[in-house]
C-alpha cells in the first residue's frame, strides 16, 4: 500500500514539475511579448514625432506662405496706389500748364 502511494506521489511529482516547466516557458514568452510591444511603442512614438514635426513644418511653410502673399497683395495695392497717384499727379501738371 505504501509503495502505490509513492508511485502516485512520484506521479503527481512529475506532472507537476512538467506544469511549472511550461508555465515557465509561458513566462518567458510572455516577457518576449511584451519586450516585442515595448520596441514597437517606442517606434511608433518616433514615428509620430516625426510626423508631427513634419505636420508643423507644413503648417509653418502654409502661414509664410500665406503672410507672404497677403504682404504682396498689400504691396501690389500699394503700388497701384502710387501709380495712380503718379499719374494723377502729371495729369494735373500737364492740364495747368
Do not use: F
Not at 46 to 63: D, T
Amino acid at each position: 500500500m505504501i509503495s502505490t502511494y509513492g508511485r502516485v506521489l512520484s506521479a503527481i511529482k512529475r506532472v507537476l514539475q512538467e506544469l511549472i516547466e511550461e508555465y515557465q516557458s509561458i513566462g518567458k514568452s510572455l516577457q518576449n511579448l511584451i519586450k516585442g510591444q515595448e520596441k514597437i511603442i517606442a517606434q511608433l512614438a518616433r514615428i509620430r514625432a516625426i510626423v508631427e514635426q513634419r505636420w508643423g513644418l507644413r503648417e509653418e511653410n502654409k502661414e509664410e506662405s500665406k503672410e507672404e502673399s497677403r504682404d504682396n497683395k498689400k504691396e501690389s495695392k500699394d503700388g497701384l496706389g502710387e501709380s495712380q497717384e503718379k499719374i494723377r499727379k502729371e495729369t494735373q501738371l500737364s492740364v495747368s500748364c
